[in-house]
């Protein structure tokens, strides 16, 4: 086997010389070895916690499937988009910048609050990621309200918190004068005026992801088309309630080159240049460059694949700076704000999501190991044909076969893996456990109550270092496990 290190400094999951599973120079089996048993736990248990919602070894018990985050990695990621482009554009340029986190990516208010720490602003998409971005402290003057369909009630509470509102259509600019006209009746909120606007532009470049992760284009529902902007801006002029504050263009996720990047901020920077002199505004002050940096999911496939793929170069934070750095420069005014809006690149690889064998079959040729996660707890190998890498904590001697790793869900398309080149257990004995690989974005957040699956808990490592400067791993539950009481509690004949 190769794809592996004897250190991970920066907090990332990796496999060591010996080919198990560890974070922050640590196997997670110290973390099974703690906190799990043989016997199955109970889901009516309570989970024994100490200040803080630290995790106590041998007396807090946990149950699969569980998902599994570095808080240090976490960190990393975000302060390394913050190094880079105050290195590449606020040093050089004098132009401030901020890093919005995306929060549809991950909900963990946990995750949220980490960022946040760190003078984090986030990108939302309906009422209760504001709220939720409220309730965790950051402020509504930094917070990003995008989507194409925005109820009446969601524009109010934006408006009254200060937010920016990202406008998709003309029914969008419509339906928020509407309701800043009604809330200007009231003194008290004058201050929230005039709102804030940002034009989300279509600029029609394919970027190359998944058809549903594509956000750009004639067949796709966001943004607004070039040529129709006039028409709005023309309309926001006609209303002293409202102003263009800036710009917002979103190409899609999952993003593996930058070449469609470089066409999409040099049209962005034309685009406020032209505004600037066309319309004699001079009201902007933030232009949001969108769109995800994809994670290498595939960066340990040759461990679990006979078969042989190109390595690809995926960019890094550093790299999207110097070509947004390349067009800022051609700004007629400096005094303006450069947003990005990661969420997979920030929250993805930071994540495992622990999974228990239940057991192995064969059907005619196919060989599958069944365990008791899912798609309820991972969807996107179903949903988008998407690779995550699977593997067992500690290595098996037993002899490897080809693999489907499938879960207990009563579908067809319930599958982790396909084809995966992994060793078959001789013997089951309820304390075989895999990590499914990169699953920090767009998995607990898509989780699903299908079969009436309860949603798992999610535990924070963290490392901590003694004088001597040794490492170990404590453990924070951060989300407790649903139950089944949580699931009904919503019906009425209970």
Not at 107 to 121: A, G, I, M, R, T
Not at 125 to 150: P, S, T
Not at 321 to 341: M, Q, R, S
Request: charged fraction near 25%; glycine fraction near 4%.
């Amino acid at each position: 086997m190769n794809n592996f290190a004897d250190d991970a400094s920066d907090g990332s999951f990796y496999f060591n010389s010996q080919n198990v599973l560890c974070v922050n120079q640590t196997p997670l089996n110290d973390l099974v070895n703690k906190f799990f048993s043989n016997e199955e736990t109970d889901e009516f248990n309570e989970i024994f916690l100490e200040n803080n919602n630290k995790l106590v070894p041998f007396q807090s018990q946990l149950t699969t499937p569980l998902y599994v985050y570095s808080k240090k990695k976490l960190l990393n990621n975000f302060l390394n988009y913050k190094k880079s482009f105050n290195e590449e554009i606020s040093d050089k340029f004098g132009i401030e910048t901020h890093i919005s986190y995306s929060i549809k990516a991950n909900f963990n208010p946990s995750v949220l609050k980490l960022f946040h720490q760190y003078e984090c602003w986030a990108s939302l998409v309906n009422k209760n990621e504001l709220l939720l971005a409220l309730k965790v402290g950051i402020k509504g003057e930094n917070l990003i309200f995008n989507g194409n369909g925005k109820k009446l009630i969601e524009i109010e509470l934006a408006i009254k918190n200060k937010c920016y509102l990202n406008i998709d259509s003309l029914f969008n600019l419509r339906d928020t004068i509407k309701i800043a006209k009604n809330l200007r009746q009231n003194d008290s909120l004058k201050s929230c005026f005039p709102v804030k606007l940002l034009l989300r532009i279509n600029q029609n470049e394919d970027a190359n992801v998944h058809q549903y992760l594509n956000t750009s284009g004639d067949a796709c529902k966001f943004g607004i088309r070039e040529e129709k902007i006039d028409e709005l801006i023309n309309e926001v002029k006609s209303n002293d309630m409202v102003q263009i504050s800036g710009f917002h263009s979103h190409l899609g996720s999952t993003i593996k080159t930058l070449d469609v990047y470089h066409e999409c901020v040099k049209n962005l920077v034309q685009l406020v240049n032209s505004t600037i002199e066309k319309h004699n505004i001079n009201t902007i002050e933030l232009i949001n460059f969108g769109g995800g940096l994809g994670i290498n999911y595939e960066r340990f496939e040759s461990r679990t694949s006979e078969k042989f793929r190109s390595k690809t170069k995926f960019p890094k934070p550093n790299d999207l700076a110097k070509v947004i750095a390349t067009y800022v420069a051609n700004l007629k005014t400096k005094n303006i704000k450069i947003i990005v809006e990661p969420g997979r690149s920030l929250v993805g690889d930071t994540c495992i999501l622990l999974t228990k064998l239940l057991g192995c079959k064969k059907n005619g040729n196919k060989n599958f190991l069944v365990v008791d996660s899912s798609m309820c707890e991972c969807i996107r190998p179903c949903l988008y044909s998407a690779y995550h890498h699977i593997e067992y904590l500690d290595p098996l001697n037993s002899k490897k076969e080809i693999v489907d790793i499938v879960g207990p869900v009563c579908e067809s398309g319930d599958f982790l893996g396909k084809d995966r080149y992994l060793p078959m257990p001789m013997r089951i004995d309820n304390s075989l456990y895999l990590a499914v690989m990169d699953v920090g974005a767009y998995c607990s957040s898509m989780a699903l109550n299908y079969n009436i699956h309860t949603k798992p808990a999610e535990v924070f490592i963290d490392e901590f270092k003694d004088k001597e400067e040794n490492s170990t791993n404590e453990y924070f539950l951060t989300k407790k496990p649903e139950k089944l009481k949580n699931v009904l509690e919503c019906f009425t004949e209970f």
